[in-house]
């Protein structure tokens, strides 16, 4: 993860996000760019705030990751469409950006344009939301697998990641009764990352889940209280629905938690 787009509005997610920045397996030389979306023909007053709000984020980004190096940009004109186009001429690896706003500045995200920028964009999105704070002391990753492309992407992308020492993973597949039950490959899948991630000094668990695949998740994510649900983009983009295929979108859409789906 070298080149991080982080897209803020001021909202309380929105800064939930920047809080969760020292847990998110950053690289320490990665780069993040501050993009503040304004709409088109934006006031003096708006572009000002914009403008202070920039400044924040990227004095709180220095306080809490001095090693990090940053960049600001306001740009006018749709969130959704501006976020895909900075990301993209950006080449970034991931995108980090808030579930809603609720901030003076409303009509810049919505639910909807955080799951849009989820399913078109080519990289990686995290959706941040305000996680209750579960009380626990290390950071809790949830990594969803199925065994697609997209799958061992997100499974190779998020072990190569310096998460925090200390870190919990939850490596977990679904048993989908419409989709065939209960796989031994991918319970030998799952067994073998969570030793893996073990063996790299965190506390990793295995766990097969049955059911419905999104139901399921979401559940066991109530009990496990994750900071972070990480899993591929499968069924984004061609609407599949076998398991944790279109359950990316469920999950940014109703997770508790973030949501990180990786490209």
């Known amino acids: 993860m070298k080149q991080i787009l982080l897209a803020y509005d001021g909202s309380y997610f929105a800064e939930s996000a920047i809080g969760e920045l ?20 934006a006031s003096p007053e708006d572009l000002d705030k914009a403008e202070k709000q920039s400044e924040h984020v990227v004095q709180t980004i220095h306080s809490l990751l001095p090693q990090i190096q940053t960049d600001r940009r306001i740009v006018g004109g749709d969130a959704a469409d501006v976020i895909l186009r900075v990301a993209a001429s950006q080449r970034a ?10 901030s003076a500045l409303e009509r810049i995200f919505f639910g909807s344009v955080s799951t849009k ?10 959706i941040c939301r305000a996680h209750r704070e ?43 009764p419409k989709a065939g039950g209960f796989s031994p490959i991918l319970q030998d899948k799952v067994t073998m990352l969570a030793g893996q991630l073990n ?43 076998r398991p944790l295929g279109s359950l990316a979108t469920e999950l940014v859409k109703h997770a508790g938690c973030h949501v990180e789906v990786i490209r």
Do not use: N
């Open 134 to 176: 579960p009380g626990f002391q290390h950071l809790r990753l949830t990594l969803a697998i199925d065994g697609s492309e997209q799958s061992e992407t997100a499974t190779a992308k998020t072990m190569s990641r310096p998460w925090p020492k200390g870190t919990g993973i939850h490596v977990v597949t679904v048993a989908d």
């Open 22 to 41: 020292p847990r998110m397996g950053l690289d320490e030389d990665a780069t993040i760019l501050v993009l503040v979306v304004v709409p088109a023909g």
């Open 93 to 102: 690896d991931l995108i980090i950006m808030g579930a809603h706003s609720k």
């Open 199 to 241: 063996t790299a000094g965190y506390h990793a668990f295995a766990t097969v889940l049955e059911g419905e695949p999104a139901k399921a998740l979401l559940k066991h994510s109530e009990t496990w209280a994750p900071h972070c649900i990480l899993l591929g983009s499968r069924g984004l983009e061609h609407g599949e629905t």
């Open 117 to 126: 920028v989820a399913t078109e964009a080519a990289c990686s999105v995290r």
